[in-house]
């Protein structure tokens, strides 16, 4: 576990928790154990369970606000605790990305590379808790939600990080009664012809990223085909895609493989963080330069090899 390397304020009642943390409907009896908060800040969102393969997280940058809170003389099991929040943070406009209890979140192994509030404040029993992370879209970014709740033998235990990213910070001051924006980005119209061009050949050539040779780095610009590929997914939500990157020949086979993994995972985290796809709905592989679709015999065929292709993974 390593805990944000913030300013630790103890605090006596709900009142130091700010945004959904100040409004939050606990049990009765719930008190505030401690606040920590930076204005900039960055964490790892866990989005999906640890394996030994690896381990989904999202990497967020922002304003964080970490909260915990204990139930004390508290008979809840774990689900009776999360249940109504995560009712409460539905209600609210957010997006469950994920939630797990105990061993389906990985056991020991998740709970200490996840961040939460240090004991006393906040306890954790490595036999009995349970996550959920989800997010809200906002214009011109994003906020999301870890919620962790453990129980000890007389009290129950809940900690709640939140993440504003830019823009989302305004876009939370909207005068009460204001509809928030709900709908995903990307123009369905304009991605009807993407959606057959996938749907018919089972994958499409994402043209306008570029890549310099030997960075991973996405280029600057709004990239269309990625609008169209999250519009669609949002369309179709029992849909699954995979981003495979892919190299020229300059280099071994070893380290393009790699480098074409990180284009991909690149291409995979814009469109979670700015698009608001499903982590879930997406994954990233790398084929190195084992796939050509055009000469390395020349700088406008290397161009043409360096690519990130989506292939429909759904049957």
Not at 35 to 59: K, M, N, Q, Y
Not at 279 to 296: D, F, K, T, Y
Request: net charge negative.
């Amino acid at each position: 576990m390593r805990p944000l390397a913030l300013v630790l304020c103890l605090a006596a009642g709900p009142s130091m928790a700010q945004g959904l943390a100040d409004t939050l409907g606990l049990p009765t009896g719930a008190e505030t154990t401690a606040t920590i908060g930076s204005p900039a800040a960055s964490t790892l969102l866990p989005v999906g369970p640890w394996t030994e393969a690896g381990f989904d997280r999202l990497p967020l940058e922002g304003a964080i606000r970490q909260t915990a809170w204990r139930l004390r003389a508290s008979k809840l099991t774990t689900l009776q605790i999360l249940d109504p929040l995560r009712s409460q943070i539905e209600a609210a406009g957010f997006t469950v990305l994920f939630s797990c209890e105990t061993e389906g979140c990985g056991g020991f192994d998740f709970r200490y590379d996840t961040e939460t509030l240090p004991e006393p404040e906040m306890h954790v029993d490595l036999n009995d808790f349970r996550y959920l992370s989800a997010r809200r879209k906002r214009p011109g970014g994003a906020e999301y939600l870890g919620l962790m709740v453990s129980r000890s033998s007389e009290s129950g235990f809940v900690n709640l990080i939140s993440v504003t990213q830019a823009g989302a910070a305004l876009a939370a001051q909207t005068p009460a009664g204001t509809a928030p924006q709900t709908a995903m980005p990307g123009d369905t119209a304009s991605a009807a012809p993407f959606a057959q061009e996938l749907e018919n050949n089972g994958h499409v050539a994402l043209e306008d990223l570029t890549f310099e040779s030997g960075a991973a780095t996405l280029g600057q610009g709004e990239f269309g085909t990625l609008s169209a590929l999250a519009a669609y997914l949002a369309a179709n939500r029992d849909r699954t895609v995979a981003l495979v990157g892919h190299t020229d020949t300059e280099g071994s086979l070893a380290a393009n493989i790699t480098l074409s993994r990180q284009r991909a995972e690149a291409v995979r985290n814009f469109l979670i963080e700015r698009l608001g796809v499903v982590p879930a709905q997406v994954s990233a592989e790398g084929a190195g330069w084992l796939a050509p679709r055009a000469s390395n015999l020349t700088p406008e065929g290397r161009a043409q090899n360096r690519r990130v292709e989506v292939v429909l993974t759904s049957t």
